[in-house]
């Protein structure tokens, strides 16, 4: 009689954490439009797959994540999700949780640490993001010459380096296209104003500018301003693609005045869930290292309705 | 002799510090070093310790003749400076306070034990129950005071000079402090104090040298030395012919009821105890006192730098308002106060702009007054007051004492004020300027019939210009003379002590 | 007004070498040209860039002059900019935007000021809050996102003309001029340059330095509200983020270059706009020149740095006397006749 009990808890308690389980997320902050977003998303994620959520801001500072990790594991959560706010530093609290056997996955941002201390890392790729940028470019003007201009992020970040990499990769090969100048617009709307205007200034007022390149939608926007302003007509005088895929960047692809943009989702937590649903019910161990698709939308792809699906998630 | 000085002289642009002063400090003595503001105290130990360079002058050391150029130097010849605020390093340890710049090194590290060991032998002899491991800043300012001596003596050795050491320290710590110095001068040390509290120099001192006004007065025996007569050593009283002179002026018709402006009961905790004042139109009042009475307090409750918290001031219109500068600008006051170039010009503003600043204050930001008519105002004052200035356009900070003197003077002026107060209008200028300023004091209350607050450590020179002079000791008004009775003799028994002053005198 | 030209001349001799300098990376630099009912060039793209600097820079000269200073003013330009966004994105209209966008940064330097002059908090460490919490306040406002908007009125503000010219280079041409009659044709700058120089002195004379101190962090507010303004209305959107981003440094710096000592006392509104006109030329030759954009900082620090050290009062009598010695002129030295003059 007692045994039949026992065994009956026991597998209710089992059942309870297969379906319900509760899963903590220490997110870095909310500093960006794309940051919220990715809070949303999780959060929406969490609620459809009937996920408890332990959500921690850390208002940019590591010594509120790992005090979030630290109380993650002492109420027992199922599994922790960590948006690490630097890459140094965690190897003692990472260490504690895989004592405590539970699972970490690292979203959007790596770590210095062993792998062995993670379950997984879901991130994208950005030289893959420049890449795909670059190939829609390489595609679009075929054999044609080509001018481009550059609106690089923050000078030696790594999103930076690697979007103009991955630009400059998928390129090579092909000499109609040349990037005639490269400057820093910091990933700011301002910064890509005042620089394209110096641009055009340069570039005998836009007429020998076939395109313009940012690393980052914002810039673009900026951008696509400053070539209003100076009579330039966007879109078309000069074709525009950038990355990050925010909502306004819709809108001005929806109005004819960007071309292209390469996605950079913040639906990190989906493949998180995805790996981590696998390795609880079997074991299965992911890749390391699991990486977001680069998806490339243009303005054939409805932009309204892309800008209507996304303007509510925070950006 | 442990240390001779002959014949030190220093001059300032515009001042002569110090005039040929001789001093003597033998080994194993206690030499408190006397003045009031401006004497030349501190310009003297600077000398010593090769802070400023003499103009000229014999220093002595064991007979030997040393010239510091700084006080790094002074210190390895043997002459170790303790200032009022210690200058040591709070958050060290006590330990690396002391051994700061000698520590002992061991296979070029520091080695910690042999530096707490080190410093443990230092403060033995000092009385002192410290750990040495802890940060100097954990400790009461007595107790840092003992440790910068400490490590003064063990660097130097021979001359100690504490610059008024007691002044922020209760009775208890200052017991301790004379403690230690006792044991030091018996150790054979020469140890120069720098006070102003009389108690204190009597307790501790075995001599004492007066300055004042950059030259030595006098150099005595503590215990031969009259209260009395100390007192008037530092505020002097040679001119005794003016005095005679001050005395023979009629005195004003001191009728109460003439009186224009009546204070009553005004105090201030901390500053100065509740008193009564009335000042009649055209009258110069006095304020006698030492440095740190409350004569300079009873000046600042008046014009409200630090307004009153009791009282009330009357005028024949009604009571005013003194609770702010303004305010008292507002009622009349014009207030030329102690230190000028803190509290009085302001420096890099020209001569004229500096004149008309009080003016322009009161007119208000909006309307600006017509440059003419600052130009005017600055010819003015210039010529009267007779400011050396090659022009108007002058910085005032690029002028000698006296002529910066003159110009917050000319700033009052030009607000034709009903009562000035001046305190220590004369301090550190030259002669002839000096005569000029009492002049104009002279001038104004006689033809203008403005009233004028006096504040002075010069007693004749009180005498010569007040018709009635208040004694202020302990933040209390003690003593009102008029008339004949306005004597240096009797002021300084005021000012001495309770015990010193007649009975009647401290009821007038 | 000779004496104000001889204030401003070191300052328009290098900005017209900064001009000159960039002029050899770039030829086209000081070509202007009408089109399609405006002025184009790189002349004007300086004076419309260099607005929000130029207008924090006269609002921080007043306060420097006070010997304050004021870090808030990057962070007010954000708060001033997201209430505009706001106000105009919530169908208020254009008056009203303005108006709270003004508010804004009035109360911005009401706040400072209170925290200087009635509580004596150092104006380093007063301004240091609003500096840090300012963008949060910004962020609330925009929740946190860009918040454009597509209202053609307010947007004037940051790419209209008049006449030709663009807007932000007139506001602040107008506010520079304003403030330096309002500050010498009354007796502001003279109390203002007497508080800085000693407050208690100048207290004692009967100068209401509160009040005074108050008031110049509310100009500084006020400026930063305008210069909010135009950085939104520039971009159509309010970045929280990004807005006036460490501007507060580029205007202390214009103050300085433009000759004002951060000691405070004397100073000339119409050198500090001069500073920061030459801050934004460099800028924007920088970005003209086509340098790889790791050098940006570099070349900008090493002009500021040469420009400063021509400058520095320890080095000006040497020039001087260089120069003069070079025209076979007699040798009297500005420190020989003030020594003279003693």
Known sequence: MIKTLLATAAVVTLSTAAQAQTIGFSQIGSESGWRAAETTLTRQQAEERGITLQFSDAQQRQENQIAAIRSFIAQGVDAILLAPVVATGWDSVLEEAKEAEIPVVLLDRQVDSSEDLYLTAVGSDLVHEGEVAGQWLVDTVGEDECRVVELQGTTGSSPAIDRKTGFENAIEGHDNIEIVRSQTGDFTRTGGKEVMESFLQAEGGGENICALYAHNDDMAIGAIQAMKEAGVNPGEDVLVVSIDAVPDIFQAMANGDANATVELTPNMAGPAFDALEAYMADGTEPEKFIQTESKLYTQDDNPEAEYEARKDLGY | ??????????????????????????????????????????????????????????????????????????????????????????????AENLTFGRQPVRFGMIGQRAM??????????????????????????????????????????????????????DARETEMLFDVMRKLRDRGLGVVFISHFLDQVYEIADRVTVLRNGKRIVTEETAGLDRLRLIEHMLGRELEAQTAEGAQQPAEPADPSARELHFEGI???????????????????????????????????????????????????????LSSPRAAIAAGFGFAPEDRKTDGIVADLSVRENIALALQARRGWSRPLPRAEQNRLADEYIRRLDIRTSDAEKAVGDLSGGNQQKVVLARWLAMNPRFLILDEPTRGIDVGAHAEILRLIEEVTRRDGMSVLVISSELEELVAVADRVIVVRDRSHVAEFTGADIAPDRIMRAIAAPDVAAPDEEAA | MPQVFRRILPQVLTLLAVILLVSLVFPGFVQIDFERGRLVGPIIDVLKRGAPVALLAVGMTLVIATRGIDLSV??????????????????????PALAAAIAAGILSGLWNGTLVAVFGIQPIVATLILMTAGRGLAQLITEGRILTFSHDGLAFFGSGTILGLPV????????????????????????????????????????????????????????????????????????ANNSGLWLELDAILAVVIGGNSLMGGRFSIAASVLGALIIQTIDTGILLAGFPSEFNLVIKATLVIVILVLQSPNLAPHLARALRISRGAPLVGSSAAREAGE
């Open chain 2, 267 to 321: 105090g201030r905790r901390g500053k100065i105890e509740p008193f009564d004042l009335s000042v009649g139109r055209g009258e110069v009042v006095g304020l006698a006192g030492l440095l740190g009475s409350g004569r300079t307090e009873t000046a600042e409750v008046l014009f409200g730098v630090h307004p009153a918290q009791v009282g009330t001031a009357r005028a024949p219109e009604g009571a005013l308002d």
């Open chain 3, 168 to 239: 932000p280079a007139l506001i602040w041409c107008v506010a520079a001029v304003l403030f330096a009659l309002l500050v010498r044709r009354t007796a502001l700058g003279l109390l203002i340059e007497a508080i800085g120089i000693n407050r208690r002195a100048s207290t004692i004379a009967g100068i209401n330095s509160r009040v005074l101190l108050v008031a110049v962090y509310v100009a500084s507010g006020f400026c930063a509200a305008w210069a909010g303004i135009i950085a939104t209305a520039d971009i159509r959107g309010a970045d």
């Open chain 2, 116 to 169: 707490r060991r080190q410093a443990e032998e230092l403060l033995s002899g000092y009385g002192l129950d410290v750990d040495v491991r802890r940060d100097l800043g954990s400790y009461s300012v007595a107790v840092q005071q003992i440790v910068a001596i400490a490590r003064a003596v063990a660097l130097s050795g021979k001359v100690l000079i504490l610059d008024e050491p007691t002044a922020s320290l």
């Open chain 3, 74 to 95: 990057g962070a007010t330009m954000a708060i001033s900019g997201a209430c505009a966004a706001w106000a105009i994105s919530s169908g208020y209209g254009l008056i």
């Open chain 2, 1 to 94: 002799m442990l240390l001779t000085i002959r014949s030190l002289t220093k001059t300032f642009p515009g001042t002569l510090a110090l005039d040929a002063v001789d001093f003597d400090l033998a080994a194993g003595e206690a030499h408190a070093l006397l003045g009031e503001n401006g004497a030349g105290k501190s310009t003297l130990i600077k000398c010593l310790t090769g802070a400023y360079a003499r103009d000229s002058g014999n220093l002595h050391l064991d007979g030997a003749p040393i010239s510091p150029a700084s006080t790094l130097e002074a210190q390895e010849l043997g002459i170790g400076t303790v200032y009022q605020e210690v200058n040591l390093l709070p958050n060290l340890t006590v």
